[in-house]
């Protein structure tokens, strides 16, 4: 096992912050961690793709990066296929994966950045799917007994951005590994989302594949979101926050046009990139960080911004949001 002390972060984070880790180590197996355990390096923090992080300043901590790599399908029947993940394979590789082998269930799920263990994590969604919908199961490592242990689906605790591992467990597991049941055949497919359906009718696709559904989402991201390699972001800086009907049916008396979508229990999900727009900071720039331009739930760096000011932009927003429509929004990403 090898420390490099005082390391850069800046191309492990999807922001391109230039924050200092007072020191780096490559998990490139679970041997690897079983060695930090054993030496008792403290304290730790675990990075996967950097997709999903701030780096609000310097970390004072060695930062396991997780590089367990493999794709091995575990078992099949006539109809699924049990497929095992290293948890630091890039989320996207694993849907090409299953793509060249016509497996379906990561189709909406295309182009999302990140790491595989980094998915259950925060139950990455988009376009109608949550990844719970395909998980079985994960590997574990307790970060202070060394213990292994599966948990499945029901353990996990999955939400709307929400797993037991960002709350009751919070810096407690290394995830080592994550379980998929993909289809082989007689692919369901969701459509539900409008833009997909656009893109299909506009390409005059009647009978979509998983490969079809994979090209139209690619677009859809792609027209919306930035693209890390070019400008530095993190997808969504806050969740869409869920309010009460009541509250929403306050609301949409002074804005008429407040979009929502309805949720099981009754109450209502607010677009955050709505509410961010509508209170001016769309397209906004402060120096070299700013709101995209075409995704106001987007905060970006556009190089060699700092990441406190990002926090402070986002202390902002979420400051305004509050006093202009009495909702407080949450932030999606975890802030060092
Ligand atoms: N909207 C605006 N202005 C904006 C952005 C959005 O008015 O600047 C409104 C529009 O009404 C739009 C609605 O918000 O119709 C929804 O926008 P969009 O489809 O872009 O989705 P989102 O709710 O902003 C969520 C996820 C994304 C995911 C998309 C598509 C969260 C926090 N974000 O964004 O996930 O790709 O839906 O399913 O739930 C991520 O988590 O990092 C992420 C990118």
């Not at 391109?16 to 079983?34: E, M, P, R, T």
């Not at 490969?211 to 693209?227: F, Y």
């Amino acid at each position: 096992m090898q420390i490099q002390h005082n390391q850069s972060l800046k191309t492990y984070n999807t922001f391109g912050l230039d924050a200092i880790a007072k020191g780096f180590i490559h998990i490139i197996s679970v041997n690897d961690l079983y060695e930090v355990l054993a030496e008792n390096i403290k304290p730790i923090k675990i990075l996967g793709g950097g997709s999903n992080i701030l780096l609000k300043a310097d970390v004072d901590a060695y930062v396991l990066h997780n590089e367990i790599q493999g794709i091995e399908i575990i078992s099949e029947n006539q109809n699924q296929v049990l497929v095992e993940v290293g948890s630091g394979e890039l989320w996207h590789n694993l849907v090409l994966w299953s793509l060249s082998q016509n497996l379906g269930g990561f189709e909406n799920l295309s182009l999302i950045p990140g790491s595989v263990g980094a998915a259950p994590m925060q139950n990455i969604g988009a376009y109608g799917i949550e990844q719970d919908a395909t998980f079985f199961s994960l590997k574990a490592i307790h970060m202070t007994s060394g213990i292994s242990k599966v948990f499945f689906k029901h353990e996990c605790n999955f939400g709307y951005r929400e797993s037991i591992f960002k709350n009751d467990l919070k810096d407690q597991y290394f995830i080592t590994h994550v379980s998929y049941l993909l289809q082989k055949q007689n692919h369901v497919l969701h459509l539900e989302y409008g833009a997909i359906k656009d893109v299909l009718h506009h390409k005059n696709i009647i009978n979509p594949t998983i490969h079809d559904v994979s090209a139209a989402v690619i677009e859809i991201r792609k027209s919306k979101l930035p693209d890390p390699k070019e400008i530095g972001n993190s997808g969504s800086f806050f969740k869409n926050p869920v309010v009460s009907r009541a509250g929403y049916d306050h609301l949409k008396l002074s804005y008429t046009d407040l979009p929502c979508y309805p949720q099981e229990d009754g109450n209502v999900k607010i677009p955050a990139g709505w509410l961010i727009e509508k209170i001016g900071y769309k397209g906004k720039t402060m120096g070299n960080i700013g709101v995209h331009k075409n995704q106001a739930l987007v905060l970006v760096n556009y190089g060699g911004g700092k990441g406190s000011d990002i926090y402070n932009l986002a202390l902002e927003i979420k400051n305004n949001v509050a006093k202009t429509f009495g909702i407080d929004i949450q932030t999606e990403v975890n802030i060092w």
